[in-house]
């Protein structure tokens, strides 16, 4: 069993920034693709973006040159770096883990952008 738990959510105003993370418990975080994806109120959850284990990484278009993550193996913990925050990037940010043919979803954290 995989927990994934995210901290570093909070209000921020426009063109801010925030650093969330997202600390895994067990062995196989080295091992896992990891992800952060948002859901917006009335908006389905998006992919921001993935980080493999072999550090491979994907970003969303909306995110490029302003989202950064990252990933420190010793620590099982994945991050995400948000600068020039948008009020558009307020939704609740979830923490997600593949390990071969599981699946895992931390129980996110609210990211809020208003003056």
């Known amino acids: 069993q995989v927990q994934l738990v995210e901290s570093g959510g909070g209000l921020v105003q426009p063109g801010g920034s925030l650093r969330l993370s997202c600390a895994a418990s067990?062995?196989?975080?080295?091992?896992?693709?990891m992800g952060w994806y948002h859901q917006a109120p009335g908006k389905q959850r998006e992919l921001i973006a993935v980080v493999t284990s072999g550090d491979t990484i994907v970003y969303a278009d909306f995110v490029k040159g302003r989202f950064t993550i990252s990933r420190d193996n010793d620590k099982n913990t994945v991050y995400l770096q948000m600068n020039s925050l948008k009020p558009e990037d307020t939704a609740l940010y979830y923490c997600h883990a593949i390990f071969g043919n599981r699946e895992y979803w931390g129980q996110g954290t609210q990211v809020t952008v208003s003056p």
């Open positions: 067990g062995s196989i975080f080295r091992f896992s693709t």
